[in-house]
């Protein structure tokens, strides 16, 4: 998911304004606000690694709400002239640097940012905002994160939906109407007399919004707040307007708009940093020493290699270690990859195969010629991410031997947290070069420096000791998920067809269903008009609004549920909808030329070791309706005969969570193949296990996970719909039952803050600076991380585990059966029917003995003609 960082500049240059000092260069301009500004630019560049920038900024014409309230912001004062000089330069500053910068006639910076996020989260982005303005936290959501800056322009509190209900207990979006009771001084906003912060707070979490509070005035305590309430209903509701940030601004959008990765133009920045005497920003891009970079570049051979004869003499005079950089070619369809550039780097050299080149005028030739060296086992080879290159040799039969170290994979084991592991990065982070640039050439400079690269990861990996991690978990996975990548998963494209159909005939059969409970046509897809037929037309209770009208989100809907059976139609339709235009329409567009869907594992992604699947995500296929489920059934084995079976492990997660606390009464439950949820059910209810309701089982299998996810009592209240004191007195009993697990988490807390990391069974380390901060909000975040990514780090160690024993036991014994998919705890293989048996126990054998636990490893297995049948 890539990482949109939006700059709420006018609140950020008044903050830096006036947290430091006054700055002048030698002529006399002011630049503390621009100092200021950037060193908090670089701060959040660091710690939050986004693939793309942009700043917004006010303009100085009235916007909307000066039109609608003339005394909005009234009584504010001017901004200083020291201040306002600096604004022109930090724009010129900002666009020589890379950013690209929105602003527009009749809206504020705010509402920019609110259109802008939202756009952003629905094109799938994950968004942070800086602003010194707790006005933007009304934008807080799962996807988008606030970062508002606190005591000048050092510190910072994040803000996402989660954290910002942990502290305020109370959702993002209800904050609009907790502005609308108590005001805002600073924007000169009125709300309701009298009432203040925390009596609106107070109201809010009693009443859910500012219109039931002024529905059930007569029932709220205190005689001068329901006069006060009475007296000013028109002028809440206002403000509650003037205080929403409008998500909507009239601007055309592009992922090409808020996704521009624009070059610095140094010369310019270079000029301008010196006028203005800053030398943290000449530093900070080096455009004082692009002449010292050129030398350095200079430095490096450059051998281009185009023709067969040339890349033969260079393969040939490769003797012990060989480090390797390549290039493929930009295609979805695994058909389609080929290799461009082979790089092969020495000691200040680097020799550039121009591999499409050869390929064009002798293929067969050059693919021999690359099998021998590839193939050779005296010749030890670092490759950096080399899976795509193991994938793309595949197809030639070719298999990579003497292969013993991908960088990409230890700088992931090193350090999960960044968002790539690109070669130009890494060698700037651990050898403190400062390269820049693009191209080949730029490969060529890099792969010289793979050796060093190489010596210095080697020696960190053995140095935090993840050798075993590395050599016996992720180095051979690379080739497991290779060949998964290579296989792929056949489709039933006649059964993909018929779904097509079917979801079609289902989508128009929900909707004329809603019609007839609406009496009308309109667009269900549109919360606008939704919200006008179930508030308006049918009366339906008001849970929600937002600053367009009625909000109809999932949560909305939920509560409607027993007041109009349109509801749950407009639930199915929204499902099927997607689902359809997800899987049914979207796999379509991702079936390779052989009829199979060729996903895409990446194994350096998440920071809790496991791993994804992209082009399609194969893990996310909905299973809550029925419709969604058949999905599954185009997925099929590769030939007529042959099975496939689906291997899942049974409650892994609290199984780890019983091995790493030691908790006797968890593990004994375990033992004696107890139904674990059933059985806490019974602990923390205290009711035999044959009086365990089906409610019972369901909440406690809710506070079983919730305590693998370090939950508060406030979730885990707001999960099972009881009062607070209620889910904590049941997680009371829990760690009364369960004693050494409330010890473990306590443990692996104070270990966090101790260390700065955690880790699981196998080693993983998982570094947790959110537990260091001071913000009590982020610290409570990166108590519940380290409370959980010990137990899901560990789950996907092992789960990998046996991966890489079930490929090699099946290539071992020279079977023809194959691993060909993996979701979170579950495997999924190719079985051909002779070999079903034995099959069936070698994959039961390997997984349950993956890891000597103090449970045992429990396996699921189920096995059909498709997906559908074996889930």
């Known amino acids: 998911m890539k990482r949109l960082l939006i700059l709420d500049s006018n609140s950020l240059m008044n903050r830096a304004f006036y947290a430091l000092p006054p700055l002048t260069n030698s002529d006399g301009i002011n630049t503390n606000a621009i100092y200021g500004f950037m060193n908090m630019l670089f701060k959040m560049k660091d710690e939050l690694n986004p693939d793309t920038i942009i700043a917004t900024f006010d303009r100085k014409a009235p916007t909307f709400r000066h039109k609608e309230y003339e005394d909005y912001k009234a009584g504010r004062k001017k901004m200083p002239p020291e201040l306002a000089e600096q604004f022109p330069i930090i724009k010129e500053l900002l666009g020589f640097i890379g950013i690209g910068i929105f602003e527009i006639d009749g809206f504020e910076a705010d509402d920019l940012i609110g259109t802008i996020s939202k756009f952003a989260e629905e094109s799938d982005m994950e968004v942070f905002i800086v602003t010194g303005d707790k006005d933007a936290l009304q934008l807080a959501s799962e996807k988008t994160k606030v970062v508002i800056t606190k005591k000048g322009v050092t510190e910072t509190a994040i803000y996402d939906e989660k954290a910002f209900v942990d502290e305020f207990e109370i959702t993002p979006v209800q904050f609009i109407d907790v502005k609308g009771l108590m005001g805002d001084k600073s924007d000169n906003i009125p709300g309701v007399p009298g009432v203040g912060e925390k009596t609106a707070f107070k109201l809010i979490k009693e009443y859910g919004s500012l219109e039931e509070v002024l529905k059930h005035i007569p029932e709220i305590s205190g005689k001068k707040l329901k006069e006060n309430l009475e007296n000013n209903m028109e002028q809440a509701v206002f403000s509650k307007k003037l205080a929403t940030i409008m998500r909507e601004v009239p601007i055309e959008l592009s992922l090409k708009d808020i996704e521009s990765d624009n070059e610095p133009k140094l010369k310019e920045l270079n000029k301008l940093a010196k006028n203005l005497q800053l030398k943290s920003i000449l530093a900070r891009y080096n455009a004082h020493s692009e002449e010292e970079e050129l030398a350095e570049i200079a430095n490096i051979e450059i051998n281009n290699v185009e023709t067969l004869d040339g890349m033969k003499e260079v393969l040939s005079n490769i003797k012990d270690r060989s480090y390797i950089l390549f290039t493929l070619s930009d295609a979805s369809l695994y058909s389609k990859l080929e290799l461009e550039y082979l790089i092969l780097g020495e000691e200040n050299k680097a020799n550039i195969i121009d591999f499409k080149l050869i390929n064009m005028s002798n293929r067969e030739e050059a693919l021999k010629t690359l099998k021998i060296f590839m193939e050779d086992k005296s010749i030890n080879k670092v490759i950096h991410d080399a899976k795509s290159l193991i994938t793309f040799l595949n197809k030639y039969d070719i298999e990579i031997q003497g292969f013993d170290f991908d960088t990409a994979i230890a700088a992931y084991l090193i350090d999960s947290s960044k968002s790539n592991y690109d070669i130009l990065n890494l060698i700037n982070q651990y050898l403190e070069k400062d390269i820049k640039g693009e191209g080949i050439k730029l490969n060529g400079i890099c792969c010289s420096y793979l050796i060093k690269l190489y010596n210095e990861l080697k020696t960190r990996l053995n140095k935090e000791d993840m050798d075993e991690l590395y050599y016996k978990v992720e180095h051979p996975l690379i080739y497991v998920l290779s060949s998964m990548e290579s296989i792929g998963f056949n489709i039933n494209q006649d059964k993909l067809e018929e779904l097509r159909v079917k979801?079609?005939?289902?989508?128009?059969?929900?909707?004329?269903?809603?019609?007839?409970?609406?009496?009308?046509?309109?667009?269900?897809?549109?919360?606008?008009?939704?919200?006008?037929?179930?508030?308006?037309?049918?009366?339906?209770p008001v849970i929600k609004k937002t600053k367009t009208g009625y909000s109809t989100n999932q949560e909305v809907l939920e509560k409607l549920l027993d007041k109009h059976p349109i509801i749950s139609k407009v639930m199915y339709f929204r499902q099927i909808t997607k689902i359809n235009s997800t899987y049914v329409e979207g796999l379509k567009n991702v079936i390779d030329e052989d009829g199979y869907i060729h996903s895409n594992f990446n194994q350096t992604v998440t920071t809790t070791g496991r791993l994804s699947s992209t082009e399609p995500n194969l893990q996310n296929i909905p299973i809550k309706y029925e419709m969604g489920k058949e999905i599954r059934k185009v997925f099929i084995p590769k030939e007529k005969n042959d099975i496939l079976i689906s291997c899942d492990y049974s409650q892994i997660e609290l199984r780890v969570l019983a091995h790493v606390a030691d908790d006797k009464n968890m593990i004994d439950g375990f033992m004696n193949h107890s139904d674990i949820h059933t059985?806490?059910?019974?602990?923390?209810?205290?009711?035999?296990?044959?009086?365990?309701?089906?409610?019972?089982?369901?909440?406690?299998?809710?506070?079983?996970?919730?305590?693998?996810?370090?939950?508060?009592?406030?979730?885990?209240?707001?999960?099972?719909?009881?009062?607070?004191?209620?889910?904590?007195e049941y997680m009371a009993i829990y760690f009364e039952r369960y004693p050494k697990i409330k010890e473990y988490l306590n443990y692996v807390s104070e270990y966090a803050k101790e260390k700065g990391y955690v880790l699981t069974i196998l080693n993983r380390r998982r570094f947790i600076p959110e537990i260091k901060s001071s913000n009590k909000i982020v610290k409570a975040l990166g108590e519940r991380l380290a409370m959980n990514a010990p137990i899901q780090g560990s789950a996907a160690d092992i789960i990998k585990l046996a991966m890489v024993n079930v490929y090699s036991k099946l290539k071992e014994n020279k079977l023809k059966s194959e691993l060909i998919l993996q979701v979170h705890d579950e495997l999924i293989l190719n079985v051909k029917e002779n070999e079903f048996d034995e099959v069936k126990n070698l994959v039961t054998e390997e997984m349950e003995n993956a890891i000597k636990l103090k449970v045992a490893l429990d396996v699921d297995m189920k096995y059909g003609a498709t997906w559908y049948d074996a889930k």
């Open 503 to 540: 979801f079609k005939e289902q989508i128009e059969k929900t909707q004329k269903e809603i019609y007839d409970l609406s009496e009308e046509e309109f667009n269900i897809s549109s919360p606008k008009q939704l919200g006008k037929i179930l508030f308006e037309k049918l009366d339906l």
């Open 679 to 728: 059985k806490t059910a019974s602990e923390v209810f205290k009711v035999p296990i044959d009086e365990v309701t089906s409610t019972m089982r369901s909440n406690a299998k809710a506070v079983n996970f919730g305590i693998v996810y370090g939950i508060s009592d406030f979730s885990l209240a707001q999960d099972l719909k009881i009062t607070k004191k209620e889910a904590g």
